[in-house]
């Protein structure tokens, strides 16, 4: 909420109305930055990105040329929430949608045209002028009310743009670690899948010349089918999760080909301990903040409500009636409604009841968000645990395996195709150790979403990324 | 070499559950001295110092057990305990034998001694002393349950009868039997004829050894017990080749070797360059007119066989089991036949995952024993051994008897590589060769072929190609 409409709508009820009108006609204008410095002001402080909304040829030959910059090295995540937050056009959509909700506003803050009343009676002789020039006094007392209303949905909208902006730049992140993953994993399943080809075509040769049969055969060339198949998922995969980065950060034409890097950033060396969390989020997080402003409002429009209920439909005019057999008449006109059936009592119930609701949804939000952000967080801290296990204990340990596989190959213990199926063995392990490291980022993605709003928790997918155990690959000597 | 150490000194160094206190103090300086034998070399012969004399044996890669003489009877002291046997250099297993090896220290007694054997057991559980093939009291045979309680561990039990008849026997437990003789609890017992017997020659060289088997998997210590018959490790005293050592012989010597098995399958023992004869089985001294000459001898399943031959033709004599994969080491019985498969291109593509990985068995699998490759920790590979001429390429039971003009007697040691006369070692023809005639009709008159196949098949004879690109 700006100030100065704020001290308009103050000023509205303390001035003689004459003033009062002037006041209101004053600062019914629209503002210079259309209600996009809040936006812009979320943007810089909690992501540390840059938005432009893109109302100009300049503000979008700005974007155009920060994207094109960006796209000409590898991309990082956070060069791919930068692209996202400049280029994005459903973004741009809803950054209009602040300028629709500030005219709304401006509208509502306009001062109602006043009346004028002319008549011209005869009666014998007798012509009387009656000229009349009226305002609609109820929708100017009731004007600052409308006023807020407005503004309080205006303030919503600006929430509702700034929460799409967070939860773009929180799926463009996701997005992007999941690209990448998917681009390692197709490389790592290339791997399988030349180890499979290669035990295949060994087994063609050896069945060729007699070594083996064809069941053997078959089991090897099966290997290799599944290897294939795995192959083709996985660039199904990498190719649909590159398109969804690509679709979020807007891209087009031969913007698409920007690259990503090979891998994915490292894990942290420790997870972030933040025992303060809760208090944190409740401080932070936007839909807390929405649901807290939308009962203050309620309040202060239920506090209207009381004090307005009788004077509902006033009218004041000023009259000048001349004849031209007397004197003219000037003076003032007022019309009241006479609270006789309807006392008001009903729409205080309403706003008392609205106001309780508004109450209730803010509990809500405060409780999920606690526990939205506890879910968060320990997803963060189980992804950790996860992909460090993976780093340092089975990689390490299907290394060792692979390693000794060798040393049984070398002493005739285990024959080509036990090694190579431990080496596909082996390869699965790192792909694992892949995906846990991309879950570990998806989950902190998420706990920095589940810190400033609701989060898309993607927390089950934990539970995917299937492996192998270590010691499956043990070869019968 | 032989100690003479302290039993209970001994104690804290031995691995068993057992404790040394389990062993009364008391009870223990009654006994005789437990000898403990820390190498497993061939040990020189234990020529007797008291006692009747006799032509002492001598215990490929083993050694023959000290006695005291008590009151004219000869007493030994076994000690059943859980040892370290270096099976071959670098490669030592975790087994149970007696007095610090396994098999055990062989005992040599004469005809017509009375025998008093302590055994001490410092295993983990219990066990007992069946003497195979003796003649004794039956409450002497050591079968557990059936003859006698069996021995606790920490307690020692006393055996004693007579050695009535001379021959070759062995000792093994009688109790858990299958897991103590699959850990290698066993040994060789030798009776010696009193006097001069008809059946039985005098010799210059008595080599003894058992058959024994072991599944230990590459890189692990200790056998697997309830392996059946797929074992990977075929030994001689619990030794593989080149573990094993040679027999060392004089030219002209007449030499006896006598071989017991106590594996689960049978082992054909061929020499050779002489034939020699079945001298004695584990009845005693076969007769003279059952003798006949061989140069295998089958071996069966619990058996004695005890061969004689003069050793008269100089050089270095393979000597072994003619069961080809006996005479490897622990190899993977499930490798498939890489011979004649061309590993051109998947070379590379394995190369790439498999950095280390080397092409093996396209020609054979002689490359295993000329490239010397990393193995796991605790194996030998599965074909080793360097002869003058190139790898001898064997594992496992086989060995070398080496005579020699110039064996000084009573000399065991290694003589070194035969030196060949001239013009007496097989030589490349240089010269021109003519195309070998084939014959194309195969059964032409015996018994005709009526339904040939199809299609003829014809079996290409593939060449080995030593210099094929890889």
Known sequence: ??????????????????????????????????????????????????????????????????????????????????????????????????????????QASRLPNPGISFGRLKRGDEIELERGYHLNLARLLAMPLVRQV??????????????????????????????????????????????????????????????????????????????????????????????????????????????????????????????????????????????????????????????????????????????????????????????LFDWGGARVARAEAVYMQALSRAAETAVNARSEVREAYGAYRSAWDIARHHRDELVPLRQRIAEENVLRYNGMLIGVFELLAAARSQIAGVNACIESLRDFWLAQADLEMALIGKPGLSGAALALGSSPAAGDVGADH | ????????????????????????????????????????????????????????????????????????????????????????????????????????????????????????????????????????????????????????????????????????????????EMVQMAMGMMGFWITHPKQKHPLIDEVDRDFVFLLNAYDIDPGAYTPKVMTMLDFNLWSWNSRVFPGIDTLNVRKNDKVRIRIGNLTMTNHPIHLHGHEFAVTGTDGGPTPKGTRWLEVTTDVAVGQMRQIEFRADEEGDWAFHCHKSHHTMNAMGHGVPTMIGVDHREVVSKITQLVPDYMVMGERGMADMAEMP??????????????????SVEMGGMFTVLKVRRDQKPGDYGDPGWFDHPAGTVAYEWTGALATPARDRDPGRSAMPARNRPAREIEVQVRKPDRHGPH
């Open chain 1, 1 to 106: 909420m700006t100030t100065p409409r704020h001290a308009c709508a103050a000023a509205a009820r303390g001035l003689p109305l004459v003033l009062a009108s002037l006041a209101l006609a004053g600062c019914a204008s629209f503002s210079p930055d259309g209600g996009f410095d809040t936006v812009e002001q979320v943007a810089q402080e909690r992501l540390g990105k840059d938005v432009v909304w893109a109302r100009t040829a300049e503000n979008q030959n700005r974007i155009d040329t920060r994207v094109a910059e960006l796209l000409t090295r590898p991309l990082t995540v956070d060069d791919a929430v930068q692209v996202a937050l400049l280029n994005n056009k459903g973004l741009q959509a809803r950054f209009f949608e602040l300028g629709i909700g500030e005219a709304e506003l401006v």
């Open chain 1, 150 to 339: 407005e503004e309080r949905r205006f303030a919503q909208t600006r929430g509702v743009v700034t929460l799409q902006l967070l939860s773009l730049a929180s799926e463009a992140r996701k997005a992007y670690f999941n690209a990448v993953a998917a681009e390692e994993t197709v490389r790592y399943r290339r791997q399988v899948q030349q180890a499979a080809e290669a035990g295949a075509e060994l087994a063609r040769r050896m069945a060729e010349v007699g070594n083996f049969n064809k069941l053997q055969r078959l089991r090897e060339q099966g290997f290799y089918a599944d290897a294939t198949l795995g192959m083709a998922r996985a660039e199904h995969a990498a190719l649909a999760s590159r398109e969804r980065l690509t679709r979020l950060m807007g891209l087009w034409g031969p913007q698409t080909r920007f690259q990503l890097p090979e891998r994915l950033p490292d894990l942290p060396e420790a997870p972030t301990d933040q025992p303060e969390i809760e208090r944190a989020a409740l401080a932070q997080r936007l839909d807390v903040q929405g649901a807290k402003l939308a009962a203050e409002q309620t309040a202060k429009s239920l506090g209207l409500t009381r004090t307005t209920r009788f004077v509902n439909v006033l009218e004041l005019g000023r009259a000048h009636n001349s004849s031209n057999e007397a004197p003219t008449q000037t003076g003032w006109e007022l019309g009241l409604e006479l609270p």
């Open chain 2, 1 to 176: 070499m032989v100690s003479r150490r302290n039993f209970l000194g001994r104690a804290g160094a031995v691995t068993a559950a057992v404790s040394a206190a389990a062993v009364s103090k008391v009870a223990m300086a009654a006994l005789p001295e437990p000898v403990t034998q820390h190498s497993p070399d061939t040990m020189p012969p234990l020529v007797p110092e008291r006692g009747r004399p006799y032509n002492p044996v001598v215990t490929l890669n083993g050694w023959t057990l000290p006695w005291r003489m008590n009151n004219g009877v000869k007493e030994f002291h076994l000690v059943a305990e859980p040892v370290v046997r270096e099976m071959a250099p670098g490669f030592k297993a975790h087994l149970w034998g007696y007095n610090g090896q396994s098999p055990g220290p062989t005992i040599e007694v004469v005809e017509g001694d009375r025998v008093r054997v302590f055994v001490t057991n410092k295993l983990p559980e219990h066990t007992t002393v069946h003497w195979h093939g003796q003649r004794l009291p039956n409450g002497m045979d050591g079968v557990g349950g059936l003859t006698q309680p069996a021995i606790q561990p920490g307690k020692t039990f006393v055996y004693e009868f007579v050695a009535r008849r001379p021959g070759t026997f062995m000792y093994h437990p009688h109790a858990d």
């Open chain 2, 373 to 390: 490759m990393p193995l796991p920790d605790n194996t030998v590979p599965m074909m080793s051994g360097a002869g003058p001429f190139g």
